[in-house]
């Protein structure tokens, strides 16, 4: 401190300023005799040298007045002293309506950046609007050949094999314990592609039946056994990554000999169920897999693949078909469901009636109609007020998460009586039920600025197939 009262023009030492440096000091070096060994590198943590970090600027900003000071403290000093349009009590230094005119300012300020923001994020690329503008005839032919490689995909020899090389590794871990493996996915329900995932349950020890709403120790220990053994063999497997943390973990790797990427987990039969209701639907109403396949590819050419995945866009087509009452509600296919045999996973029913058109009381919906069909879709989703219903395919129409709780049934009532944290998350900006798993929403990690985004995308994308439709 000396020396730099030396060297600039400070003639006072701040005393406060004196006793928290000296705290810091006395700091240091309690730590330092009670840690005796030397700070190293690790895998995780690297020592940085000091001339590098004279490279970053701090840069000083009011939290009052939001204005931008630079570098330098002593004009921060001298702000906060002088400058500062709202130093002290905001109330004695501004009137009441002065006070208002400074709330809305900052306001129009936040909105405008959010509209800056939005604009940037949201722009259709060429491929995009090619895809959009593109003729029926051309879209049909297109969309057709999609529905016979996901129909080839429902069944390839390269399965076999990494269902094989992974029976061989695992079994070992598990003597006692009877393995199976549930394929599950949009490969397996007919709308997969190349590039798809394939998504495996790998049920150890007869848990089909158990329903985790979250994983429990014994999961993850299974997890990060198999996780250890296919490290081991870089050959076959390779990329691999654990996710630990989510509500359902799993391990992603890729399949050396295939190179096809998989998704493993170890305690979600439900997701073996979901894909046998899609393929049910596909195979019910042909259009529907076709609609999907279209939105599947348009999620990937907007860029947000990544925030909705395939089942969540999906259940939303599903439900707009639903609206036009050209699918049924899925309640409605576990209404002559016999109980005692039914397979029940927890609290959640697996089985449901396979009820054909003529059942259902539902006329067959031609491909002639997709293009009126994808600009419905877009202008469905655009007039949907998110923040009061959810999407629901289970009952098949709109439904207010005020009520959603009325509609459900008595196996959903009894498992949340218990407690809150079990119940559907509906405190989020988009809603979408899992018909199956009731209590998930599918959509909970969308954010309100993503959701806002994927609305903006849909008005654009409206506009052209209008457009095209008109030519």
């Known amino acids: 401190m000396n020396k730099i009262c030396a060297t ?83 109330s004695e230094t501004l009137t009441k309506d002065a006070r208002e005119e400074l709330k809305k300012e900052r306001k129009e300020r936040a909105e405008k950046r959010k509209e800056q923001r939005l604009t940037k994020a949201v722009a259709l690329k060429k491929k995009a609007r090619l895809f959009l503008a593109t003729d029926p005839i051309t879209a049909f032919t297109q969309l057709s050949t999609a529905v016979q490689i996901g129909e080839k995909l429902k069944c390839i020899p390269d399965y076999a094999a990494i269902e094989n090389d992974l029976l061989e590794q695992i079994k070992p871990l598990f003597p006692n314990q009877a393995i199976k493996i549930y394929k599950f996915g949009s490969r397996m329900s007919g709308i997969g592609t190349r590039d798809s995932d394939l998504d495996l349950f790998i049920d150890i020890g007869d848990t089909f039946k158990v329903y985790q709403n979250r994983a429990n120790d014994a999961t993850l220990a299974k997890l990060k056994k198999v996780k250890q053994v296919l490290m081991n063999h870089k050959k076959s497997w390779k990329g691999l990554v654990a996710v630990e943390k989510a509500r359902v973990p799993i391990l992603k790797v890729i ?19 979901n894909t046998n209701l899609m393929e049910y639907i596909y195979g019910l109403q042909p259009t529907a897999r076709v609609l999907c396949i279209y939105m599947k590819r348009w999620l990937q050419l907007i860029g947000m693949k990544n925030d909705f995945n395939t089942y969540s866009i999906n259940l939303m087509v599903i439900f707009y078909l639903q609206t036009l009452e050209h699918l049924p509600p899925i309640a409605k296919l576990f209404e002559d469901v016999n109980m005692e045999t039914a397979l029940v996973i927890g609290p959640w029913l697996g089985t449901f009636t396979s009820k054909n058109l003529q059942a259902l009381k539902i006329k067959y919906l031609d491909t002639g109609k997709l293009f009126d069909l994808i600009e419905g879709f877009f202008k469905f989703y655009l007039e949907f007020d998110y923040n009061r219903n959810v999407i629901c395919p289970y009952q098949g129409s709109v439904v207010s998460k005020r009520d959603l709780h009325t509609f ?30 009731l209590n998930h929403n599918v959509t909970k990690g969308i954010a309100d600025f993503t959701l806002k985004v994927f609305v903006e995308f849909m008005s654009k994308s409206r506009q052209i197939v209008l457009q095209s439709k008109s030519q």
Do not use: W
């Open 8 to 90: 600039r023009d400070y003639f006072i030492l701040d005393p406060q300023l004196v006793e928290a440096l000296e705290n810091v000091m006395t700091t240091i070096n309690d730590f330092i005799e009670k840690a005796n060994t030397e700070i190293v590198p690790t895998a995780k943590t690297q020592l940085i040298e000091m001339g590098k970090l004279h490279k970053l600027q701090r840069i000083y900003h009011c939290g009052q007045c939001k204005a931008d000071l630079g570098t330098r403290a002593s004009k921060v000093a001298l702000h906060l002293a002088e400058d500062c349009k709202l130093k002290g009590n905001v």
């Open 255 to 273: 399949h050396g000999p295939t190179s096809i990427e998989c998704d493993m987990n170890f305690s979600n039969s439900l997701g073996f169920i």
């Open 408 to 437: 459900m049934p008595e196996r959903y009532l009894n498992f949340v009586a218990n407690s809150k944290d079990l119940e559907i998350e509906l405190k989020k900006p988009l809603v979408v039920q899992d018909p199956i798993q």
